[in-house]
């Protein structure tokens, strides 16, 4: 799974305002290896990429505190397989 480290590179990376798409974006650019790891690691589900976004959008809201983002509004944008999909915009606190 994603680390708080990793986390912290990919959110160093983004804009001030960024959402749940723009980060798991960069996360798949940064650390391809672990992504595909990550979709490895639920081969048996049916829908790969969905469960692993939302568990990757899950660690975002458990640790947002420690990295140091806050909750936005919701919105829509393209997902990795390029389907406009409703997720979460976050914005840096410092």
């Known amino acids: 799974m994603i680390t708080i480290e990793e986390a912290n590179v990919v959110i160093h990376n983004l804009p001030m305002e960024f959402d749940s798409h723009d980060f798991i974006n960069s996360y798949l650019t940064l650390f391809e ?55 979460q915009n976050w914005r840096k606190t410092r």
């Not at 458990?62 to 140091?68: K, M, P, V």
């Open 33 to 87: 290896r672990e992504y595909v790891n990550m979709l490895l690691e639920n081969i048996e589900c049916e829908s790969i990429f969905r469960i692993v976004n939302s568990k990757i959008g899950r660690f975002l809201v458990d640790n947002h505190s420690e990295l140091n983002i806050d909750k936005d509004i919701r919105v829509n944008s393209p997902n990795v397989r390029g389907n406009m999909t409703d997720n």
